[in-house]
């Protein structure tokens, strides 16, 4: 006997029209936030031959890029800047002249409040070691050290307009660190985005050649081991106690679990980043023909959103945006 199902889940796959009225979860690009890289000292932006369509922008080439998410009606971007000149402390991270706080002033000149403008506070960019923080006497990160940096980084960013300052660091601490010395300096407004999830990844690999990292050596001293679900709750935990006011999980697409729990929970947004290795990957696999490169974008964007982040960080956001408009 042939066994007919009455249950047919197929009835609401079956047309275009009916696939988008049911669809759970969708992209909007003002959940898109996109990074850009700014650098010191060129005339000329320069391509980054891990990050297809990616540059090294010079501060105009910057304030058109932002200008065009803006266009494209993109939440916001994050800026990471690459200066000339690096050294033990990343005193260009904290100088108001500095490449990322003279770039911040260039494009909230330029965008006002079309796009919400965010910084990257955490010094590897800045430093001549290439570490997120600085260095103590038998060469690890000194956590608390780094916090007095920190503190002045952020004031920096702050007084150079930025609205929302990464921390990316991974330093213990360092939300409560930098709320305090932004809230004793009048920046009471300045919200932070924490990266309470950020594993040790070999995805930020193209990252490093974005931002010419001098690291030798890895960050498995403080960023988040690989093996652990858990310790991602722990970490959005704290930074919440600590004043975060969205929580961020990265990488992404490795991490959908610990996304999850953290949206599960978090009563703040929750943001996802998709990471440099991520987007490689991408673009790898589509330019050997492997698969689609538009839908498999979109697929991974959707992925994340669907996994629970209320906006997500991608280098593909403001072509995204211009698929869905
Ligand atoms: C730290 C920082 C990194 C990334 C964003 N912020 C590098 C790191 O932690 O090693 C990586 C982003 C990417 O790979 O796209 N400043």
């Not at 910057?62 to 050294?87: I, K, S, T």
């Amino acid at each position: 006997m042939i066994h007919t199902p009455t249950v047919r889940p197929r009835r609401l796959r079956a047309t275009p029209a009916m696939r988008r009225l049911v669809a759970e979860t969708r992209l909007h690009p003002a959940e898109l936030i996109l990074p850009l890289f700014v650098r010191e000292g060129i005339a000329e932006p320069r391509p980054i031959s891990s990050m297809p369509g990616v540059h090294q922008h010079t501060l105009d080439s910057l304030r058109r890029a932002a200008a065009e998410a803006a266009e494209a009606g993109l939440g916001g971007v994050m800026l990471f800047g690459v200066p000339e000149r690096r050294d033990a402390s990343g005193s260009a991270a904290d100088d108001p002249d500095g490449i990322l706080n003279a770039a911040t002033r260039a494009v909230v000149d330029e965008v006002g409040d079309a796009l919400v403008v965010q910084t990257d506070l955490c010094l590897d960019e800045f430093t001549d070691h290439g570490h997120c923080g600085v260095l103590g006497g038998s060469g690890e990160v000194d956590n608390d050290a780094t916090l007095v940096r920190y503190r002045s980084m952020a004031l920096a960013q702050a007084r150079a307009g930025s609205a929302m300052l990464g921390l990316s660091g991974m330093m213990d601490g360092q939300v409560a660190a930098v709320r305090d010395a932004l809230d004793e300096a009048g920046h009471r407004e300045t919200a932070l985005l924490a990266y309470a999830a950020k594993y040790a990844s070999a995805f930020y690999g193209p990252f490093r050649e974005a931002v010419d990292s001098q690291l030798s050596g890895d960050r498995r001293g403080y960023q988040q081991d690989p093996a652990n679900r858990r310790e991602g709750l722990r970490e959005a935990e704290l930074d919440l106690a600590e004043g975060a006011d969205v929580l961020m999980v990265k990488p992404a697409m490795s991490y959908l679990d610990v996304l999850a729990d953290v949206a599960a929970t978090s009563p703040v947004p929750v943001w996802a980043y998709q990471v440099s290795g991520e987007a490689a990957m991408i673009e790898a696999a589509a330019a050997n023909g492997w698969i689609d490169r538009r839908r498999a974008i979109e697929e991974s964007v959707l992925g994340i959103k669907r996994a629970g982040a209320d906006a997500v960080l991608s280098y593909f956001a403001t072509e995204i945006a211009g698929w869905i408009r």
